[in-house]
């Protein structure tokens, strides 16, 4: 069996506009007064048709509307993607369709329609539950847009998930076990909690750098919020199945599963990244980011693609080492194993064990609670030691 199975297969397309830039955001993502969503839908279906003809066959179990905020593409342009889609691979009967949403009253307005044009899940970036938080953090939705575009969601998709961003500035654990047991009582199935990161280049850094951006948590209460993150996720039945994504059991995303658990994935739009095996040869791919020549190049070469790289048996476990010990399941270090080609050295692991932040080893390598604290370290540690 090909080593990507044991993940799937999966097709990410890259939506790269949004209404304003967040400070924090360190994604590909672009401002732009005019769209011509005619052009970006025969780009769109130019890539499908050639990734198509690479992998036509394949199995297709999940779609990912990713940006930027896909939620301004038009429902139309949409539901024509999904149906080249759906006439270009097999896919599961219950395929997961994830569109990322900005939880504005006239995005929300296009949720009926976007149900109607394939979309199955709804990931909406709320980032915040009050209104001076959302306003620091650059959203310019309100609270109250916010939970009322939250509500339409549920009563329109089965499955609906939202991101909170903490650590912010200024922000107390009392603060935020209040804000996280009000996001509990929302949430349907699926919740996404990320650490504030000031991320290089991005208008946070710049505000750093000069001395701005005081009252961001030190190590100490940055630690207490992820703990607490965790205390009150499990007590309301939605343990962390991934460092910073929590759900019922059952309701992970699918989609990013294949990525943790080293599927293959098509990439389709601009700065979208892939990982495809063809020939017995993982291969990575990658887009350019700027929109425009991303576009130009679609249509003067029938491609979007950079030049793709092969990734050596080595690359390829490695890879798949520091994605799948996000995972509560951990890493299966027969696979491990099979990818490397050589025995693993596990005894060069105790030292990390014995410190508890590595479970001892049986057929898979997990990291503690207390591991996934220090998770960056981690990861270096243990593929130096195994590889």
């Known amino acids: 069996m090909e080593d990507w199975r044991h993940g799937g297969f999966g097709l990410y397309l890259h939506w790269p506009f949004c209404q304003s830039k967040c400070p924090y955001c360190d994604f590909?993502?672009?401002?732009?007064?005019?769209?011509?969503?005619?052009?970006?839908?025969?780009?769109?279906?130019t890539e499908i048709d050639r990734?198509?003809?690479?992998?036509?066959?394949?199995?297709?179990?999940?779609?990912f509307f990713g940006g930027?905020?896909?939620?301004?593409?038009?429902?139309?342009?949409?539901?024509?993607?999904?149906?080249?889609?759906?006439?270009?691979w097999p896919m599961v009967n219950d395929a997961e369709v994830t569109l990322e949403a900005n939880p504005s009253s006239i995005e929300a307005g296009r949720f009926a329609a976007f149900r109607q044009a394939g979309v199955t899940r709804i990931s909406m970036g709320m980032q915040a539950m009050n209104d001076a938080d959302l306003r620091r953090l650059g959203r310019l939705h309100t609270a109250d847009e916010a939970r009322r575009a939250f509500e339409t969601a549920r009563r329109i998709f089965d499955r609906v998930s939202f991101d909170l961003i903490y650590a912010r500035q200024d922000q107390s654990l009392t603060d935020w076990r209040a804000e996280l047991t009000e996001a509990l009582a929302l949430t349907v199935d699926h919740l996404s909690l990320y650490q504030l990161t000031i991320e290089s280049g991005t208008a946070f850094a710049d505000r750093l750098a000069?001395?701005?951006?005081?009252?961001?948590?030190?190590?100490?209460?940055?630690?207490?919020?992820?703990?607490?993150?965790q205390e009150l996720c499990d007590r309301a039945g939605m343990p962390a199945y991934e460092v910073s994504n929590h759900a019922r059991p059952g309701a992970g995303s699918r989609h990013n599963m294949i990525y943790w658990r080293g599927g293959d994935y098509a990439g389709i739009g601009p700065g979208a990244h892939g990982r495809l095996t063809?020939?017995?040869?993982?291969?990575?791919?990658e887009a350019p980011r700027s929109p425009g020549l991303w576009l130009a190049q679609v249509g003067a070469e029938g491609q979007g693609e950079l030049p793709r790289s092969a990734l050596s048996p080595l690359d390829h476990a490695e890879e798949y080492l520091l994605m799948s010990l996000r995972l509560s399941e951990g890493t299966d270090l027969g696979r491990l194993s099979r990818?490397?080609?050589?025995?693993l050295a596990l005894d060069r692991l105790a030292p990390l064990v014995e410190l508890g932040l590595l479970h001892e080893p049986g057929t898979q390598l997990v990291t503690t609670e207390r591991g996934r604290l220090v998770l960056n370290a981690l990861l270096a540690e243990i593929a130096a030691a195994l590889l």
Request: hydrophobic share 35%; aromatic share 6%.
């Open 210 to 229: 000069r001395g701005g951006l005081r009252g961001l948590p030190g190590e100490d209460l940055s630690v207490e919020l992820y703990e607490a993150t």
């Open 339 to 343: 990818l490397y080609g050589e025995r």
């Open 68 to 88: 930027g905020t896909p939620s301004l593409m038009a429902p139309e342009l949409v539901s024509a993607i999904m149906d080249r889609i759906r006439a270009t």
């Open 28 to 45: 590909n993502s672009h401002v732009s007064a005019e769209i011509d969503q005619d052009q970006w839908r025969r780009a769109y279906l």
């Open 278 to 285: 063809l020939g017995g040869t993982r291969w990575a791919t």
């Open 51 to 63: 990734l198509g003809g690479e992998t036509g066959g394949r199995i297709l179990q999940s779609v």
